[in-house]
């Protein structure tokens, strides 16, 4: 059963910090991304970030960043906890969502979610 738990959502002031982790179990052995979605109310749900999480070698080349996130969220993961992290630093009162945590496989250069989390709310006051 695979399983994907957000963690680490809350509120902050703008121009503060927040990390948020997923963890996951039970991925079956074709997944070879992960990443972060978000989706503000009103809105649909938009990639945050993602990266490739597969054996071969092809790490900083298949990681992404919306535009707007760019320079300011980071993504990263530690095999040995099988958590996925995104570090999101300068936030801004737009960045305010449910951010989900997905995993999937490529289709070319984007990764093609599969499964989600539940999602773990960010709310950024002004």
């Known amino acids: 059963q695979v399983q994907l738990v957000e963690s680490g959502g809350g509120s902050v002031q703008a121009g503060g910090p927040l990390r948020l982790s997923c963890e996951a179990s039970?991925?079956?052995?074709?997944?070879?991304?992960m990443g972060w979605f978000r989706e503000a109310l009103g809105k649909e749900r938009e990639r945050v970030a993602h990266?490739?999480?597969?054996?071969?070698?092809?790490?900083?080349?298949?990681?992404y960043y919306a535009d707007s996130v760019k320079g300011r969220f980071t993504i990263s993961r530690d095999n040995a906890k099988n958590t996925l992290y995104l570090q999101m630093n300068m936030l801004k009162p737009e960045d305010t969502a449910m951010y989900y945590c997905?995993?999937?496989?490529?289709?070319?250069?984007?990764?093609?979610?599969?499964?989600w989390g539940q999602g773990t709310q960010v709310t950024v006051s002004s």
């Open positions: 997905a995993a999937g496989a490529f289709i070319g250069d984007t990764c093609a979610p599969g499964f």
């Open positions: 039970g991925l079956p052995y074709n997944v070879n991304c």
């Open positions: 990266m490739y999480t597969g054996v071969i070698n092809r790490e900083g080349e298949s990681t």
